[in-house]
């Protein structure tokens, strides 16, 4: 279990690397194509949208957790 987080106000960029393949197809259903160069605003994190993507993520083989499941208690 692992996440990746931007404490900072400026914007960050990161680049995913998953071997074996096949994750790729978990980020594409759940993303959304935009232009380069343009940026979507985050997601709503509601009820419906957490059960849908807790959906994606188990049909791919992957597990969810809250944002702040791994923050210092």
Do not use: R
């Given at each position: 279990?692992?996440?990746?987080?931007?404490?900072?106000?400026?914007?960050?960029?990161?680049l995913c690397?998953?071997?074996?393949?096949?994750?790729?197809?978990?980020?594409?259903?759940?993303?959304?194509?935009?232009?380069?160069?343009?940026?979507?605003?985050?997601?709503?994190?509601?009820?419906?949208?957490?059960?849908?993507?807790?959906?994606?993520?188990?049909?791919?083989?992957?597990?969810?957790?809250?944002?702040?499941?791994?923050?210092?208690?």
């Amino acid at each position: 279990m692992h996440y990746f987080k931007n404490v900072s106000d400026k914007l960050a960029h990161l680049l995913c690397t998953v071997v074996p393949a096949g994750l790729e197809e978990f980020f594409e259903e759940i993303g959304e194509p935009v232009a380069v160069g343009e940026f979507l605003p985050q997601a709503p994190m509601n009820p419906e949208s957490i059960k849908k993507l807790q959906a994606i993520a188990q049909k791919h083989g992957q597990v969810v957790y809250p944002p702040s499941f791994l923050d210092k208690k």
